[in-house]
């Protein structure tokens, strides 16, 4: 991992991803982690967390905040938060680090402080690290798309809700059941489905956008996933479906080891305005074609009109959309790896549903 200081920090807990993707301990208390250039690692957790980190992290050198005398340090300052700041200084300076390089989120306290001391670098090497996942990573990602395949079916199948409510509900439950947790899951329609994210609320008309994202409960990695409920006939919103159904199609088949990222979206882009499907005054194909996952809904790289390389190992998503206020929304969506000859479909599913 290239950074540009001595040490590379991150103060942070499981629920940061760079935190978790860096260390694999899962904790809701804040920990310090730091990397040097010739590669040491140190993990500092608090003295409770001590013994499960030194079972479940992937960091070898782990230490507790009690026995670097952060204790004292509260007792010197009278103010947690400085006693904090301290204890990362005293670390660093240990280490002998003359610069440190630090991610835009870190707490402004912790930085100002920092920066006294420090040449100071804002950077995070971690996300382009990310942006390529290792073959167990995809095999995580496959896991959990496998079960979001699995509870969408499920809902298939059982399909007699008569609010957006009873959708949302019923497929969140569901998916905790068979071990994952899923938050916010849009069920959305009528009208209400011409805002991409609208989560969906009232009764469940012509058709639904149901839009399922779900994190494994043991590995924390995520899959996403959309379709469109047909319920009963509605030409217009059929056609537009039509239209993004043959649009991702197309993206799919052209992602590659190499293609970049602006050739996709425009693609989709060309194949929407092929049906007059205009895109103006915050209607039509108003967001990305897609964007990575992992650990994170949403990661490197973006699938739009940046000149981003996709690269083989790359998980990303691929969702045209189409969106009018007098008619509704429609998207389709699936989680793919990209490979060296295409890619790969993880959340493999038909698209045309209706109930």
């Given at each position: ?38 590669g040491t690692e ?40 400085l006693a904090f ?212 809904i949403h990661e ?56």
């Open positions: 991992m290239q950074f540009a200081s001595d040490c590379f920090l991150i103060v942070g807990d499981a629920r940061n991803a760079d935190f978790y993707y860096l260390t694999k301990f899962r904790t809701t208390n804040p920990c310090i982690y730091l990397i040097c250039k010739d140190l993990l500092v957790v608090p003295s409770m967390e001590l013994r499960r980190a030194e079972r479940e992290s992937k960091v070898k050198e782990i230490a507790c905040y009690e026995e670097l005398g952060y204790k004292e340090l509260i007792e010197k300052t009278k103010d947690r938060r700041s301290e204890l990362i200084i005293q670390i660093l300076k240990e280490c002998r680090a003359r610069s440190v390089s630090i991610p835009h989120e870190t707490p402004a306290f912790l930085a100002f402080k920092l920066k006294e001391e420090f040449d100071l670098n804002f950077e995070n090497p971690v996300k382009a690290r990310r942006v390529v996942k290792s073959a167990q990573e995809i095999e995580n990602i496959k896991e959990v798309a496998r079960i979001t395949v699995e509870a969408f079916d499920w809902l298939m199948r059982n399909f007699n809700f008569k609010r957006c409510e009873e959708v949302r509900n019923a497929i969140e439950l569901k998916l905790y059941e068979i071990g994952c947790i899923a938050e916010n899951t849009i069920a959305s329609s009528g009208k209400l489905s011409a805002d991409p994210h609208a989560l969906g609320s009232g009764d469940v008309e012509d058709h639904v956008v149901l839009d399922v994202f779900p994190r494994s409960r043991e590995t924390l990695y995520y899959a996403d996933f959309t379709r469109v409920l047909l319920l009963n006939k509605n030409e217009k919103i059929e056609e537009m479906y039509r239209a993004v159904v043959e649009a991702q199609e197309k993206a799919i088949s052209i992602i590659k080891d190499g293609i970049l990222a602006n050739e996709v979206h425009a693609e989709v882009k060309s194949i929407l305005e092929g049906y007059g499907f205009k895109s103006k005054n915050s209607e039509g194909f108003i967001h990305s074609t897609g964007h990575g996952i992992g650990l994170e490197e790289p973006r699938i739009s009109d940046e000149k981003v390389e996709l690269k083989a190992g790359m998980v990303i998503t691929v969702e045209p959309g189409l969106y009018y206020k007098d008619v509704g929304g429609v998207r389709v969506e699936d989680t793919v790896v990209v490979t060296k000859s295409g890619c790969e479909v993880l959340t493999n599913y038909k698209k045309w549903i209706k109930v």
